[in-house]
């Protein structure tokens, strides 16, 4: 036999190997669940124009100070005293969970709604995804309410849509909110 028949055989077991490699990564993954909500973002003066989401605005929604601030909502606390987070089992107190709160946040435009912002936040427990959303979302209407009293306020979110349960991460380009 040549060298070259011996190596028919060789590149079809990794070939075997490489797709059940694949089909582990992809099936036996742990389910991450993804929870969305929209808020759009206008100018409070109506002599200002935004013709899309401000740059300032995004950076603010996706701070360490928006996440330090979604940790220490109330309901966040009570889930932390009460058996804490499926999702972040080392997560203790409130501060544990400033980076996964960071980290897990998404967000992204429409491209026909340009005022419009996108938030999707995926974690490992679905009532977890919509709770940890839902205390951003909290979090960064208190921060432009703080910045209105100072008289700085440019900025308020309108129409805000609710964060819907966490949808499994496989489902989500076929059935969006």
């Known amino acids: 036999m040549s060298k070259r028949s011996n190596l028919i055989p060789m590149l079809m077991l990794v070939a075997i190997l490489v797709g059940v490699a694949l089909f582990l990564a992809t099936f036996l993954r742990p389910k991450t669940f993804t929870s969305l909500s929209t ?3 206008v100018a409070k003066n109506p002599a200002i ?3 899309s ?5 995004r950076q603010l929604i996706g701070s360490e100070a928006i996440a330090i601030a979604a940790s220490q909502t109330e309901r966040v606390k009570q889930r932390l005293a009460g058996g804490g987070f499926i999702a972040f089992p080392n997560a203790k107190e409130p501060k544990d969970l400033v980076q996964p709160l960071m980290y897990g946040l ?3 435009h429409l491209s026909n709604r340009p005022n419009d912002l996108v938030l999707s936040y995926r974690c490992l427990d679905r009532d977890e995804a919509k709770l940890l959303l839902e205390s951003i979302l909290e979090a960064y209407d208190d921060a432009l309410r703080d910045v209105d009293q100072d008289g700085n306020g440019g900025y308020k979110v309108l129409g805000l849509e609710r964060p819907c349960k966490g949808i499994p991460r496989s489902w989500w380009p076929l059935f969006g909110n």
């Open 106 to 108: 998404r967000l992204s």
């Open 49 to 51: 124009v935004v013709g």
């Open 39 to 41: 808020i759009r973002i």
């Open 53 to 57: 989401v401000p740059t300032g605005q």
